[in-house]
């Protein structure tokens, strides 16, 4: 028994032995059929990459020659508007100087018919001012921006790309609100002479005509000698010259302004403009105007202005502060000129004053809506 239990052994392991052997070499099979499969399907799929590659290539290819016809496109629509607005402008800057030689040539037919020579010269004051074209040049560039703005716009990537783009923000700064008036001292009661630089500056008047009207009253109110005694309403009448009546004086002996001893006609005719016309005067400080909503108004008494080319330059540059809105002159008692400015809340004037060009600006003291300054006149200097 034990030896049939020995040759059974062997045999299960022989059986069990070539049944593991024909399962390994069909194993070996298997795979080596497998391996094949996968190299065809790689095969396959380098083959797809190819071909999609080559469909993007033609793509992106048309694409391109698409966008570089439409910046073609767009470079000759820009051309054409730009030359458009350059005739505009070219226009607009030759109908201003057809105006201003209309008005000149009008000018000069009515100096043709003055005959007296204090009429001539008051007249000649009011000769037309050129056309400012500075603007009318600067304006030629409109619309350079809003191209270059498309072209970035056309050379972004499509929105099936992979770059994200990136956020910005924005934040808003803020200014405290500073009130920037300061008072000089108080002024003396009594009738107010609007100073004949400021009649020149609002009339339009050339400014060295005015200047040499406002020395001339300067002389006369040191104490010139008095001259011939005449009537203001024939003065003004006659068209003549004003002649001004003997310097009045003060109970404490003091020359009186002879601003205040003419009549309004004479004053106008002094002064080179019509009879009749109204002559503003100062307004009161202890009343001034009410400012319009969203706005502060602010008095800038400013020491040191005597010529009138000097009075109208400062009065431009505060104009030109960022936050002006508008600005307004008349004069002071003692020689000074108040300046009315009216600005944004949020701007700092006294702090702005200080950056005026040309004039060396000190400010002396800012308190209860007024600020008082000192300045130095560039025509003095030259």
Do not use: Y
């Amino acid at each position: 028994m034990r030896t049939a239990a020995e040759e059974s052994r062997g045999a299960s392991l022989e059986q069990v032995r070539a049944e593991a052997k024909a399962q390994i070499e069909r194993i070996h099979a298997r795979s080596g059929d497998h391996v094949v499969e996968l190299r065809r399907e790689s095969d396959a799929e380098i083959a797809s990459i190819r071909e999609w590659s080559k469909a993007e290539i033609a793509r992106i290819r048309s694409e391109t020659d698409a966008r570089i016809e439409g910046a073609k496109s767009n470079l000759e629509a820009d051309l054409e508007d730009h030359a458009a607005q350059v005739e505009q402008h070219i226009e607009r800057a030759q109908a201003r100087i057809r105006q201003f030689e209309a008005e000149m040539e009008a000018f000069f037919e009515q100096l043709e018919a003055i005959d007296d020579p204090g009429a001539f010269a008051a007249a000649v004051a009011g000769m037309p001012e050129p056309p400012d074209l500075d603007d009318v040049a600067t304006a030629v560039d409109t619309g350079a921006p809003d191209a270059e703005a498309r072209g970035q716009a056309e050379t972004e990537p499509p929105a099936e790309a992979t770059a994200t783009p990136e956020q910005t923000s924005t934040a808003e700064g803020t200014s405290e609100v500073s009130h920037t008036t300061v008072v000089g001292p108080p002024e003396q009661a009594g009738p107010e002479v609007e100073d004949p630089r400021l009649v020149a500056l609002r009339n339009g008047h050339d400014l060295g005509a005015a200047e040499a009207e406002a020395a001339a009253e300067s002389q006369a109110e040191s104490g010139a000698a008095s001259v011939a005694e005449a009537k203001a309403g024939d003065q003004a009448e006659s068209g003549r010259g004003s002649v001004a009546e003997p310097d009045a004086a003060s109970p404490d002996g003091s020359p009186v302004d002879e601003a205040e001893t003419l009549g309004e006609d004479a004053l106008a005719a002094r002064l080179g403009i019509q009879a009749g016309e109204a002559l503003a005067a100062a307004p009161a400080d202890d009343a001034p105007p009410e400012a319009p909503a969203a706005r502060a108004t602010t008095r800038v008494v400013v020491v040191g202005l005597v010529s009138v080319s000097s009075i109208a330059s400062f009065k431009r540059q505060v104009s030109a502060i960022e936050g002006v809105r508008s600005v307004g002159v008349s004069s002071g008692p003692d020689g000074e000129f108040v300046f009315k400015v009216e600005h944004d809340p949020v701007l700092a004037l006294q702090d702005m004053l200080p950056k005026v060009p040309g004039f060396a600006v000190r400010v002396v003291s800012s308190a209860d809506g007024t600020i008082q300054v000192a300045a130095s006149d560039p025509d003095l200097h030259d």
